[in-house]
């Protein structure tokens, strides 16, 4: 018979795609962890892995397996949670992943809410891309995600918590006018600083500058907004600043902050986590604090 520990197993190694890493994962030996894949195959009688001399491949049965344990192994998070946190509103453990051009200018406003209103709330934040936030929010490794939207899964729910509006962030100079509303079709592609691939904000900002791109010579990637901002104050470029980040990484009086024509380009910031969770009750409660926080 099938063990719950098995299935775990299995998982790390369905993950990893490596003996050794999966079994440092789960915290046992190499050795064990082939023995319990080996044990798990002859219970199933069936062959789920290719042993080659370096690594591992998943065989097609192999692969069916490894989504429906996913599947089993989120459904008995999901009851531990359920069990966990019954009759008390978020309390204990939460595990918030966040993107970054959103954690560190709205974290300072919603923490000392959240430490006001909820003491009992153990708050565990999770910052990287959305694409590993979703796939670790799926995976069970989350619990909800903080993200623009929408995100296309229909094994997650989301709630939209607020508009964020951009702005076109430029070197300011005496004969600029920062009252004047702009055109995104006047903005120079050559001139664009975006983050480097990857980061949902660069992709928000392409698909509202239709037709713009960034030099195809070009080799300036950030990973941070503050890199693109001070890039932007020394006069090489201009770039698409969300509005919740202008207080904070606007301070430097070289740069100036322009507004678009309406309808105004905007992103739609919200909760996302998995339709299978007890938790929503703790999720719309969040929501509704972040909210709160905002105004």
């Known amino acids: 018979m099938l063990t719950l520990r098995q299935l775990r197993y299995f998982d790390a190694l369905a993950r990893h795609q490596h003996f050794g890493r999966a079994a440092e994962d789960v915290a046992i030996s190499q050795p064990a962890l082939s023995m319990q894949i080996k044990e798990m195959e002859a219970a199933l009688g069936?062959?789920?892995?290719?042993r080659q001399a370096n690594t591992i491949r998943l065989t097609r049965e192999g692969r069916e397996v490894a989504r429906r344990a996913?599947?089993?192994l989120s459904a008995v998070r999901d009851l531990e949670d359920y069990g966990r946190h019954a009759g008390r509103v978020l309390g204990g453990p939460l595990r918030l992943g966040i993107i970054p051009s959103i954690a560190p200018y709205l974290l300072p406003r919603v923490l000392p809410k959240l430490i006001a209103d909820y003491p009992d709330l153990d708050l565990r934040i999770r910052e990287t891309l959305t694409d590993t936030l979703v796939a670790e929010l799926r995976h069970g490794e989350l619990d909800v995600i903080l993200a623009a939207l929408p995100i296309e899964d229909g094994e997650l729910e989301s709630q939209p918590l607020f508009a964020d509006r951009f702005?076109?962030?430029?070197?300011?100079?005496?004969?600029l006018d920062e009252r004047q509303r702009i055109d995104a079709?006047?903005?120079?592609g050559d001139s664009l600083l975006l983050l480097e691939e990857g980061h949902c904000l660069r992709d928000q900002a392409l698909?509202?500058?239709?037709?713009?791109?960034?030099?195809a010579h070009s080799t300036f990637g950030a990973t941070s907004l503050s890199t693109v901002m001070q890039m932007v104050a020394a006069g090489y470029g201009v770039t698409l600043l969300p509005e919740i980040c202008a207080s904070v990484e606007v301070r430097d009086e070289r740069v100036a902050l322009l507004r678009f024509k309406d309808p105004q380009p905007e992103r739609t910031v919200g909760l996302v986590w998995r339709r299978s969770s007890p938790r929503k009750h703790d999720f719309t409660t969040l929501g509704q604090c972040i909210a709160e926080a905002l105004e």
Do not use: F, M, W
């Open 46 to 50: 069936i062959a789920l892995v290719e």
């Open 70 to 72: 996913l599947q089993i």
């Open 167 to 175: 702005l076109l962030a430029t070197k300011a100079s005496p004969e």
């Open 185 to 188: 079709s006047t903005i120079n």
């Open 207 to 215: 698909n509202y500058c239709q037709g713009v791109r960034p030099s």
